[in-house]
């Protein structure tokens, strides 16, 4: 269990009746809490019947009668309360089954309050680099792409990574009037159809595409009655055709819509729709409350009479519209959903002062609310006359409130800027935190709790503060103390390389998992978002989200810094080093290339792109294929080919169209064969989005990593797959480049956003990491071999899929090791770990017990030959990335290691025991948890009900084994023979007596190659003479 102070404890020990002390807590005073294995064992024994089909019961007062005899200690008073916990429902009577229920669901209980007392420890506020002028309205996580969203008053809307580094921001404006004029209320996500949804002042609600580069508004929801200032949107995850999109406005109406076709169209689109896909299809109103639209209807109702609806919301588990406001009545209305699903009934809480927030957790079936009045008040939903439980301790009106769902805690913030949390079950406040916001009198504040990703975002006007959770470390062996970025291996020196945010880089030997050395600080206090090698690996290359790519030996020393940024700080995503030039991509939509032969300087600016800008969105990968093929992919899902010799790009692949690029200017995309969304008509709809993109809904087509399958080498001829890419909501791809075609796509991760992955160098196996730490590793050999007109879906055969961590996984590489692959993968759990395809342990570097990799792969023969053939090809390398006149250090370029590290050769190795993460191990250790038996003891089978089937006694001894015979009797096994007389070896005769003459070398040899080297040296010396006559007749 999770704390053995809180949790109910079973006592092993076989000692009757522990000793009790005056300052022992109450509860471990119980008697359940002090009976040991070897006591349940006999009351288990006095329920035992006769016949397997009968059931011995007790009485309270046979029960009290024979315990204390058959126990042999304890008193009738303790058993006889015992009794009455176990005897719930008050039948009168006990038994096994009964008894071994209530200690089960003890423990349960126990352990679940153990948890909700666990205190979050809580990184220092920060504050992000927002750009928002005004208030900030809303914060929502994109879970499809991983990304945030902010939006403010000013229609600004804030695009963020995952990594909470801003991307993009762009203006969210209306026609209707002008911007001055104009205000955003509030913004929600369409999760299941990629698109977002923005309320304005001027009574409007715009839906926007988020697949788009430019956020294109596709409708136009106008002729509303009063201004929407709240929205919210569910969508069914089992049919997620089936969504609800509730808002509130001014004049105290709560309306929804409830589409019916969303992954189909939201709303109907005219016929004209189709020769204009960009054009915005403006709704009116009132076609819906006519029922115009039959892919959607309305709800209303108006119990708030005239108030502002500030907050709203639809939960599924009470099938209701909870909507809320700031009047003392009808503050809290549940608009229950009837039969038909197109009437609503409503009941409401009266609440003195109203509220400025409300949230509910469905487990726990409560309702909490944020009140004016300086309280948080728990409600059942289904009783409306008076709270089931207040929480006091705020000294200000409360702001905000929200479940922390998992450990059934609430967050409250009040407006004195006092955060706390609280024990549910308690309602006590377990954390107090005194914020340090900026003092103003006037101030907007907006609470929003990432239970994912433990983070706590609290706005304050236009200011966003973050307050990160602190992971808990106490159990987890980390390999750096930072996030870890990117991992590489260096064949060479059999070394893997890994970073992380805090710009320090460490390497590892493979095959032990010691620590060789660390740089620190190499870009600063920037963090290091990507590295790679060159050709020979001898110099390794650093990206930083500072806007530099720095060039450094293994010494630590910087021979060069590229400058990638040149107006600043960019977030590098990839560096791909090609034979002659170094291409670093990036949250950009141009490549900036860097030619190594102009490395003459220590500062390197970057070169001419000759190719342009041919991407629409900002490219986030790239590969090669020799001799001169580039493929770069984006987060539009377009993946450009490029001629990397002429730097001009020919070709765009995307999931749902192709397009040549025959100029700069042509961007008119073509349906792919057997890949294009096909037009849906309707007898009764006017062409749903018939010729839109109207774009799948289940997923993005993000490209987070491109791979060549370089080994195929016949593919140009034979067709099959040449190019994978992975992504947009953990789909991978496979490609043939020749015939521009896609071949194959697989849902490789469901429902955890974007993933990454790594091939071997022989194309067998394939990796792949998602945002929650699990691995795939898939067989890909003889997968999309041969080209086929219709794309295959079904996915290769996976080989093992395990947790190695526990937050995202940020980088992964497959290497060779004694005809071996091994996978290697970095987390933002701050661990880098290592394992092989075939179910191998999982070992994590800096665990204390260093590992000998080699022992769990014994070299066959067949390795060896596969391990020569290798090598052979390895020695045809690429020139140089850096000249040896390029090696020599300038006066101005400074070591990074200090004396500290020059003279430690291992550092900041956190002690742990190895461990295996691997998928059999978790197996095994859940069978254990389940069938773990609460007791030790003899051995009791008879029984036919659940309970008494279980085996609670000790392991059975094991038979004594007879001593082997050479023990009993050492002297007949091991007794000296008597020595015989051995026949003596005769002496062979000294050299000098058998030599019969003088040795000369010339007899080794036979006489025809003596011969032959006469004949040789003869005609050398006749050639020689007549080139000595000639020269002297010229002469």
């Not at 206090?525 to 020979?536: G, V, Y």
């Not at 521009?740 to 394939?766: C, D, P, W």
């Not at 879906?793 to 090791?817: V, W, Y």
Request: net charge neutral; hydrophobic share 35%; glycine share 6%.
């Amino acid at each position: 269990m999770s704390s053995p102070s809180h949790s109910l404890a079973l006592n092993k020990g076989s000692q009757p009746g522990p000793d009790r002390t005056e300052g022992e807590d109450h509860g471990s005073c119980l008697l359940e809490n002090q009976l040991s294995v070897g006591d349940f064992v006999k009351i288990q024994r006095a329920f035992e019947p006769l016949e397997p089909s009968q059931t011995i019961c007790m009485s309270r007062e046979e029960f009290m009668q024979r315990m204390p005899e058959i126990v042999g200690w304890g008193t009738k008073e303790e058993y006889g309360k015992l009794f009455d916990k176990v005897d719930v429902v008050q039948d009168g009577f006990i038994n096994w089954d009964k008894l071994t229920s209530f200690m089960l669901l003890a423990l349960y209980e126990n352990d679940e309050r153990a948890k909700a007392t666990v205190v979050p420890q809580w990184k220092e506020l920060e504050f992000l680099p927002v750009k928002h002028k005004d208030t900030i309205q809303k914060v929502i996580f994109l879970k499809s792409s991983s990304r945030y969203l902010t939006i403010s008053k000013e229609g600004l809307l804030g695009i963020w990574g995952e990594n909470l580094k801003l991307q993009e921001t762009l203006p969210i404006t209306s026609d209707a009037i002008k911007l001055k004029h104009l205000w955003v209320t509030s913004l929600v996500s369409l999760e299941n159809v990629n698109k977002i949804a923005v309320a304005f002042t001027s009574k409007e609600i715009c839906f926007y595409d988020l697949l788009s580069k430019e956020f294109p508004c596709q409708y136009k929801l106008q002729g509303l009655k009063g201004t929407p200032i709240c929205l919210d949107y569910w969508y069914d995850p089992l049919d997620a055709n089936e969504s609800i999109l509730s808002f509130g406005d001014i004049t105290g109406k709560v309306q929804a819509i409830a589409f019916t076709t969303a992954l189909i169209s939201l709303f109907e689109r005219p016929a004209s729709a189709c020769e204009d896909e960009e054009a915005t299809v403006t709704i009116n109103w009132a076609e819906l409350l006519s029922g115009y639209h039959k892919c959607c209807y309305t709800l209303e109702h108006k119990l708030h009479h005239g108030d502002w609806v500030r907050q709203v919301t639809y939960n599924a588990s009470l099938d209701a519209i909870i909507s809320s406001t700031t009047n003392n009545t009808n503050t809290v209305v549940l608009a229950w959903r009837e039969k038909s699903k197109k009437h609503l009934k409503m009941t409401s809480f009266n609440i003195a002062q109203g509220i400025h927030a409300f949230d509910y957790h469905s487990r726990l079936n409560l309702i909490a609310t944020a009140g004016i009045n300086n309280k948080v008040c728990l409600w059942n939903p289904y009783v409306v006359s008076k709270p089931v439980g207040v929480l006091w301790g705020h000294s200000a009106s409360v702001l905000a409130v929200q479940f922390f769902a998992t450990r059934k805690q609430l967050f409250s913030f009040s407006k004195d800027k006092i955060l706390r949390l609280w024990d549910i079950q308690h309602q006590l406040s377990i954390q107090r935190i005194a914020c340090s916001l900026p003092k103003s009198q006037d101030f907007r504040c907006l609470f929003h709790f990432d239970e994912a990703h433990g983070r706590l975002f609290i706005s304050f006007n236009h200011q966003l503060a973050l307050l990160a959770m602190e992971r808990d470390t106490s159990k987890r062996v980390k390999s750096h103390e930072n996030a870890v970025t990117c991992v590489l291996y260096s064949s060479v020196l059999k070394q893997v390389i890994s970073s992380d945010v805090g710009s320090t880089v460490s390497f590892w030997t493979i095959d032990t998992g010691r620590k060789i050395k660390q740089f620190t600080g190499c870009h600063g206090n920037a963090e290091i978002s990507t590295m790679a090698l060159d050709a020979n690996e001898t110099r390794l290359l650093t990206g930083s989200t500072d806007g530099t790519v720095k060039v450094w030996d293994f010494n630590g020393y910087c021979h060069h810094t590229l400058n990638v940024g040149q107006e600043g700080a960019v977030d590098i995503s990839q560096i791909l080093v090609l034979k002659k030039t170094i291409l670093v991509i990036g949250w950009d939509r141009a490549i900036t290339v860097f030619r190594p032969q102009n490395f003459n300087q220590f500062f390197i600016q970057p070169g001419e792109w000759k190719g342009g800008i041919q991407h629409r969105d900002d490219i986030l990968c790239a590969a090669f294929l020799p001799p001169h093929t580039l493929v770069t992919g984006s987060y539009d899902g377009e993946i450009v080919l490029w001629n990397n010799n002429t730097e001009n790009a020919h070709y765009v692949l995307h999931p749902d169209y192709q397009r040549l690029l025959k100029a700069k200017s042509d961007t008119v995309p073509q349906k792919l064969l057997g890949c294009g969304r096909s037009c849906l008509s309707h007898p009764d709809q006017a062409t749903l989005g018939a010729c839109s993109f109207e774009t799948d809904t289940k997923y993005n087509n993000a490209v987070m990593r491109l791979c060549f399958l370089e080994a195929r080498k016949h593919i140009a001829a034979t067709g099959g797959a040449n190019l994978v890419s992975c992504g947009g909501s953990g789909y991978v791809r496979f490609w043939d480049t020749f015939k521009k075609q896609l071949l194959a796509e697989f849902l490789a991760h469901s429902g955890v956003g974007s993933i990454i992955m790594a091939t071997n160098k022989l194309n067998r196996y394939l990796a792949t990491g998602d945002l929650d730490g699990w691995l795939k590793i898939w067989n890909i050999e003889e997968y999309c071999l041969n080209s086929s007109k219709s794309k295959i879906t079904q996915a290769p055969t996976l080989i093992r899929s395990f947790q190695p961590h526990e937050d995202q996984i940020t980088s992964l590489e497959i290497c060779e090791l004694s005809g071996h692959s091994l996978i290697i993968s970095s987390s933002a759990d701050c661990s880098v770990c290592v394992t092989d395809a075939c179910g191998s342990p999982v070992w994590i570097f800096g665990q204390a017990k260093h590992w000998q990799i080699e022992s769990f792969f014994p070299l066959s023969k067949k390795d060896t030959n596969v391990i020569g053939s290798e090598i052979r090809e390895e020695t045809i390398r690429e020139i140089p990335l850096l000249s040896n006149e390029e090696s020599c250090l300038e006066p101005t370029e400074l070591s990074l290691l200090d004396k500290k590290n020059k003279d430690e050769s291992i550092c900041n190795i956190r002690p742990s025991e190895l461990i295996n993460l691997g998928i059999q191990y978790k197996e095994r250790n859940i069978y254990k948890k389940k069938t773990h038996s609460l007791y030790n003891g003899e051995v009791i089978q008879k029984s036919s009900s659940a309970f008494r089937s279980l085996s609670i006694g000790a392991l059975k001894e094991l038979p004594e084994v007879n001593t082997p015979a050479f023990l009993l009797d050492p002297e007949k096994y091991f007794r000296k023979e008597p020595e015989e007389d051995c026949p003596r070896i005769p002496e062979l005769p000294s050299l000098s007596e058998t030599l019969k003459a003088v040795f000369v070398e010339k007899n080794l040899f036979p006489k025809d190659i003596l011969d032959r080297e006469q004949r040789a040296k003869q005609l050398y010396q006749e050639t020689s003479s007549d080139v000595k006559i000639k020269r002297n007749k010229n002469m």
